[in-house]
């Protein structure tokens, strides 16, 4: 093993409560209008039902069942205001995420 492996072996997960923590939050995240829909939410400290149709360009409906599977897995949170419902990431450490997944995948340009 290398010394760029070993130094790594320091980052895993190792407690067994953590990996299906993890991979539950992962599994929900893993969809990409999921996974779009964070982006927005990442971007801004709490975005309404209906900012977030606009931005993804889908239906009402279909943005709610994916809303719904963010917020039953716990990574969104959300609060009504009379009858607009807003959303907002529950842990930073998801926009974390989200960057890292950026910085490993993605093109400078984007």
């Not at 067994?16 to 995240?29: F, H, N, Q, V, W």
């Not at 990442?42 to 039902?49: H, L, P, R």
Request: net charge neutral; charged share 25%.
């Amino acid at each position: 093993m290398n010394a760029t492996v070993e130094n790594l072996a320091n980052l895993l997960i190792t407690n067994e409560d953590d990996i299906y923590l993890a991979a539950r939050s992962m599994k929900a995240m893993a969809h990409p209008l999921r996974l779009k829909i964070l982006c927005i939410l990442g971007a801004s400290s709490e975005v309404s039902v209906q900012e977030i149709v606009e931005q993804v360009g889908t239906s009402q409906s279909n943005i709610s069942q994916h809303l719904s599977i963010l917020r039953d897995k716990g990574i969104l949170s959300a609060r009504k205001d009379a009858n607009k419902v807003y959303y907002r990431i529950n842990d930073p450490k998801v926009v974390k995420l989200i960057g890292s997944l950026r910085e490993a995948f993605c093109s400078i340009d984007s």
